[in-house]
Every structure is written in C-alpha cells, then in structure tokens.
C-alpha cells in the first residue's frame, strides 16, 4: 500500500530545516490517541455527522462573477464524486475524512499525481505523527510517519489539511482535546458504577449457620433444602421463612451506590454538545426543524471549508483565476417532510425556479427525458409589463399574455 500511493513521487530536497513556529510550539502533531472513538457514545455522535456528510456530493466546477457556469465531465470530477481511489467510494471517503475531523481535529489528504501533475487518486491519510519542514526557498514539506515504521515526506501542496478548533497551534487543529477527555472520564464513571450494582446482584447475600456439625453432604442437603423452599420457591408468598434452633441465618448488608439518570444524561449531553449534536440525531428520531438546525451548524460549515481546502489544494492560482474550484453540495430538501415538499413543489415548479427532474429528485423519483427543461404559469410577468398586461396592450401578442398555464 506504501509504495502504491507514495511509490513515484519526486524525491524531496536533502537539504530540509525544521520549520519553525512564530508561538513557539512544536512543529510536529500527534493524532489524539483514538481512546475517544473507542467510546461507544463519541462513536455514535462521529458516525451521525460522518453518515449524513457521506451524502455531500463534491464536484469540479467552473464559475463565473460567482455563478456556477458548469459542472465539467472530466477525470477529477469523477473521483471527487464517484471513486477517490481504487479503494474507496466517494461516500466512504467522505465518512473517513470526517472520522478523522472530529476524533483528532484535522484531516490529510495526499494527492497523488502522475508524471504531467494530472491528479490521478485521493488518499485520506491515517498516520501516526507528522512534521513540518522547510528548503532554502521557503516551501514547505510534510513528514509523515505511519504506524508500521515506514515514513515520507511530500510538499505540503499536496496536501489538503483541514483543521477543526484551530487556535493555539498555527498549523494544526487543537489535538489535546481536554474538555472531550473530561467528559469521557465522567461518562465512564457513570458506567461503571452501573456495572458494579449489576455484579453486586450476585455476591453474598447471607449465611445459614449449622447449629450442629454436619457432615459436607449433609450440610450441603440442609442448605438445598433451605433455598428451595424460603429463597427460590415464591409459593409461600409471605415472605417469612421459619427455622428451627437447628441453624440460624443472617443477612448480609450490601449499599449499592450508584449514579441517577440526570447525571447520565448530563455526561452524554456534554458529548453531544461538544460534536453538535442531539440525542435525537443519534437514534434517528429527529423531526425537520432539528435537522435544518443540525444541517447548518454542522454539516454546511463543514462543506464550507471542504469545498476551499480542495479548492486550494487541487487547482493553480492560474486555474482558480479561471473559475476553477471544487464544491461539496447536497440538497438539504431531501430531509424537510413530505408536506413541506409538496408545498415548495407547488410554489417553485410554475416560477420556473425547479425543473421537473429537481422535483422528481425531491420526492425521490428517477429523472425522465426531457425532465430538464423548465415550464413556468403565464400568471408571472415582469412588473415593468403590468400595464401592458392589464390593459391589453401590444396587439397580437395580447394572446401569450392571457392567464393560464
């Protein structure tokens, strides 16, 4: 797999220096160490966000005084959105690269290009340290070492690196993640003490003492005896089991103290506060309003910064003067309720805002032939032609102007 992806990249220069900080801080990074997505709460949390980003639907776009010119049909275009690399889909490597955002707060990409520096796959890169280097002239370099040993170091133009909570570091995204330990410490306090009241159930809980000595096989036969009628069997139903002077039975007093379900939920709700999340949104009980909230402080900054950090790190300053860029997009309708998608349906079809595939699209159908075209009511005319509609003005064309559909 190394050599796969790292096999013919140009060797870097032999002359690299330490890049070093303005803030003082270490010019390398280590990922946090994962224990938190070992946590089956942070897990669930990651992998809402990483299910509903999965759906983003990145694209080679050109644009132009910011509009979107057109969608090219070209190699990249078809990795962005179908195949990164040979082993991933596009769906799979955008759930990766956002694991890897919020467990460790910062994401690679390398770029890997053929021998005309045409991009030719995506590799999201899990790896256990990198540095920062610099040559002669400024340019600076990655080192990554992985956990098998092996090492390289790529220009840190193909990379594309986005960062999560950057603030203290001026190259990284924050990877102490002191709040989410705090909380995880909490969480698992909480769960184990409801782990021990469950062990605690099957401890001791008396002792029946023999007045007499007993043989083993009898002392086991009196003991028997005892359970199955005052302790197993529920036919009594009183509650209160006689004994002669024979033996004597005492019980054993066990105090399970354990957390309430307030403070449960209080760990759990600092967890889901800390990914932006709700309980709701992880077990999928979500209505439209939460997930429109959920969508745009969560999901959309996030292809925000996909969108420029590809932009960036894929196209020249040459090209992006074109219009070049990339844009991760997604139709946040598809999640609004069947109502309101009947209603924006028949508000936005007869305005010509929709085409009647984008209204397919939306109730989930497969586009049709010719699906693309848009129709529009001849009730909507530009309001500097209001006279000439009300009064019937313009002769022959008075026809096209009538009401109707």
């Known amino acids: 797999m190394f050599s796969r992806i790292f096999g013919k990249q140009k060797q870097p220069p032999q002359n690299l220096t330490q890049l070093r900080m303005l803030n003082g801080y270490s010019n390398e ?15 669930s949390c990651v992998d809402t966000i990483a299910r509903h980003a999965s759906k983003l639907n990145p694209r080679h776009i050109v644009k132009k005084e910011g509009k979107v010119m057109k969608v090219l049909d070209d190699r990249l275009n078809y990795l962005l959105s179908v195949q990164p690399n040979p082993l991933m889909t596009s769906a799979e490597f955008i759930e990766k690269l956002v694991n890897q955002y919020f467990t460790t707060n910062n994401l690679f990409v390398y770029i890997q290009r053929d021998l ?62 002191r709040i989410l330990v705090e909380d995880l410490t909490l969480l698992k306090a909480v769960k184990a003490s409801i782990v ?74 600092n967890i889901y506060k800390y990914f932006g ?35 960036v790190a894929l196209f020249t300053k040459r090209e992006q003067g074109f219009g070049n860029e990339v844009m991760f997009e997604t139709n946040r309708l598809n999640y609004i309720s069947v109502a309101s998608k009947i209603n924006i349906a028949k508000q936005l079809l007869p305005a010509g805002i929709l085409t009647i595939n984008d209204a397919r699209e939306l109730f989930g159908y497969a586009p049709i032939p010719d699906g693309d075209e848009r129709i529009v009511s001849l009730n909507y005319i530009k309001a500097s032609d209001q006279s000439k509609y009300q009064t019937g003005e313009e002769g022959d064309n008075n026809d096209e102007t009538q009401e109707g559909d």
Not at 131 to 142: F, H, M, N, T
Not at 221 to 235: L, M, P, Q
């Open 196 to 269: 021990n009241v469950v062990k605690n159930y099957g401890r001791l809980r008396g002792i029946v003492k023999f007045m007499q000595t007993l043989r083993p096989e009898d002392m086991k036969r009196h003991f028997e005896e005892f359970v199955g009628n005052f302790v197993s069997d529920v036919k009594n139903g009183s509650g209160i089991a006689p004994m002669d002077n024979t033996s004597d039975y005492k019980e054993l007093h066990v105090d399970n103290t354990t957390f309430d379900a307030a403070q449960m939920s209080l760990a759990r709700d």
């Open 116 to 177: 005309m520096s045409d991009v030719v796959a995506l590799w999201p890169l899990d790896f256990s340290q990198v540095s920062l280097y610099e040559d002669r002239q400024g340019v600076l370099y990655a080192k990554f070492t992985f956990g098998v040993g092996m090492q390289t170091t790529v220009p840190y133009e193909d990379i594309v690196h986005v960062r999560r909570h950057y603030n203290r570091n001026e190259m990284f995204g924050d990877s102490e993640a």
């Open 277 to 311: 999340v709700s309980e709701k949104l992880v077990n999928g009980t979500y209505d439209e309003s939460e997930f429109i909230a959920f969508y745009e402080s969560v999901i959309e900054p996030l292809a925000v910064k996909l969108s420029q950090a590809f932009t």
């Open 29 to 43: 990074y280590t990922p946090f160490s994962g224990a938190a997505y070992d946590d089956a709460t942070v897990r």
